[in-house]
């Protein structure tokens, strides 16, 4: 393995972990096109899989995410190939098919925790549950969804974004207490909630209430 190779990937991880999709994708194809042994190896092949999810070339992500799992090291590999399909496959409103990637990233992060190759703390799942809550929405499956978001915030209890999902969660079923109680919740912990609440569609049927006014203005 060439080092020129090396350094292009590590670039490449480096640049996708900051956010620079394009220089990370850049510098990763470069790293494959001089050792070719990558493309059998989990951590590049899903590298280049989330620069093209931040790049919003989804259908090539997804393939890369395939392509991932057929190469994992360990379960945790595995549970990370799952959980980026899923988020994935919701970018494409293919949302079905992202629950069950949700449940399959779960089911392998358990079996990560029980092998002890868990790398990560559990809040690390959050984002599967949180996007699986959203794909349940789709459906109507409402308290579903529900269960998604409280398991999000059993790891991350001071996220104030976790609990306006709940929020619109319960406007959509018109259970006005409970979602202004979580909405309360949600302002508290983070108050740009404010704004956003204002204009979000799912929440159009609780601005009537004057509590929702009272939340807002304070």
Known sequence: MSNEAEEWLEKGLEETEDGNFEEGLAALDKALELQPDYLNQFVPINTKGSALLGLERYEEALAMYEQALQYPEDYFDTYTGWRNKGLTLSALERYEEAIESHDRAIEWYDKSEK??????DRDDLVPVWEDK???LINFAKYDEAIICFDRAI??????GWLFYNKVCCYALQDKIDQALENLEQAINLEPEVKDWVQE???CENIRSDARFEALVSS
Request: glycine share 12%; aromatic share 12%; no cysteine.
């Open 200 to 202: 979000d569609p799912d």
């Open 115 to 120: 092998e002890g190759t868990a790398l990560r």
């Open 133 to 135: 809550g959203w794909a």
């Open 154 to 159: 059993e790891y991350i209890p001071d996220d």
